[in-house]
């Protein structure tokens, strides 16, 4: 017999809290049944309206704290109540620092069963707003009126906004700009109920060194009215802007971008740096949204990865060359990999932007790339690694620890999948010598770590 649930619907309860999941909500426990509830932190004590039970764990609604961490803020977002884009703006920017270095610490002793590794503390911002370079928003008809804004949490219902104060201020007005032509002009937002209507997202993007703007208007139908209106009035108010791009996406998916772009004015690309690189950003080019952060995180890469210029190194899951180029500049030879083949001619055209001639890239699954390139004599010094969420494929791990590098430098968005993979790593005869976590997206749940591992006969 499975043991009774503790509380019913609508109970109000007295209780502590004790962690944060991933979305920002406080977690408490009733005899062993656990509670989320959005609003609370760890160390506060309140009351809880019981909303909503299941088999394992139920949702709670805060009404009343009678004791407050003393990290708690007051949220300066007048809709972060309702966004789901920032889980933590009640947490104090101190207080985001120590949990997400918490976080890491946890993972890598809970799921990587390493109790003795020190995890330094966080690298934050000084100023952890507006530092965003890219928004995505999109756009919609409601109540009436045109709607410009994120989701509201865990919905596909808009709220309404007139500027994120997460985002460069520089492309929170031009989407603003965006915003009253198309509801002068009347042009029809989407409605993705009914797969009609015309304007689905408007995405901006700028060069945080070089101040360029990139506007990407990304519509259901080819046809883009007052396309003259558009580029005359948004070039004139703004001129830093360098490039007007439409994308047209006639599908009913959630996937933003569709498969066909075309510049409407201007260049194809936009301009930016990170450190001494410069990188040409596309429309589709990923590129880090923090870029101020990205070059904290990458410098640790760099340092851990212990270069001298004699080395060989190959970097998986290279994107368009960001870590590849910055490692270039002081290794012997760099091999990038990446499964995107945009990515890769991207990741060739800024190797050529930088003058850098000593970094091949080449498109494919790095679990069969790498092994090949073995097969061809090749024998890194140095192996860089920066997975997506999922972290490394088991193939690849199987690989590194057949290559047997020097040095394994370890990039994760994800503490869960990056001590799962260190778990494989370290008893293959590898060390953790530092482990350092980097605040890439302030406000929000997400958190960087940079790892570098020691071949232990060396």
Known sequence: MPEPIPVEKNDQIDVTFSDLTQD???????????????????????TIQVLKTKKGYGYGRLIQLTQQSEERANPP????????????????????????????????????????????????????????????????????????????????????????IITDPVIDDIVQTVRRIAEEKGIAPYDESKN??????????????TG?????????????????????EL???????????????????????????????????IYDQIGDVAFAISARSFFQVNPVQTEVLYGKALDY???????????????????????????????GVEIVPEAIE?????????????????????????PNWRNQGIEPDVIVVDP?????????????????????VYVSCNPATLARDLKLLVPSGYEIKKVQPVDMFPQTMHIETVVGLQRMDM
């Open 24 to 46: 920002g909500s406080g977690v408490t426990k009733v005899d062993g049944y656990t509670l989320f509830v959005p609003g609370a932190l760890p160390g506060e004590k309140g």
């Open 77 to 164: 977002c007048p809709i972060y109540d309702q966004c789901g884009g920032c889980a933590i703006q009640h947490l104090s920017a101190q207080g985001q620092l120590d949990h997400k270095q918490e976080v890491v610490k946890d993972a890598l002793e809970r799921i990587g069963g390493f109790s003795n590794v020190e995890i330094n503390t966080t690298l934050g911002m000084d100023e952890p707003w507006n530092y965003r370079n890219k928004i995505q928003v999109p756009v919609a008809w409601q109540d009436g009126r045109f709607a410009f804004g994120f989701y509201k949490k865990h919905s596909h219902e808009i709220v309404n906004m007139d500027h994120c």
């Open 196 to 209: 009609r209507g015309i304007l689905r997202h408007v995405m901006a993007r700028v060069g945080k060194k």
């Open 212 to 232: 360029e703007v990139m506007v990407v208007l990304i519509t259901r139908t080819e046809d883009l009215p007052f396309r003259k209106n558009f580029i005359k």
């Open 235 to 269: 070039t004139e108010k703004h001129p830093e802007i360098k490039s007007i791009v439409q994308n047209i996406n006639p599908k009913r998916t959630n996937a933003i971008l569709g498969e066909k772009t075309k510049t409407l004015w201007g260049r194809d690309v």
């Open 305 to 335: 990865a212990g270069l001298t210029g004699e080395e060989t190194v190959i970097d998986a899951y290279c994107g368009i060359g960001t870590i590849s180029l910055f490692l270039a500049k002081r290794a012997k030879k760099v091999y």
């Open 346 to 370: 991207d990741a060739r055209k800024n190797a050529e932007l930088n003058h850098i001639t000593n970094a091949y890239f080449e498109a494919g699954k790095a679990e069969d790339v790498i």
């Open 388 to 408: 997506p969420r999922k972290g490394c494929e088991a193939s690849l791990i199987k690989t590194m620890i057949t290559m047997r590098p020097k040095r394994i």
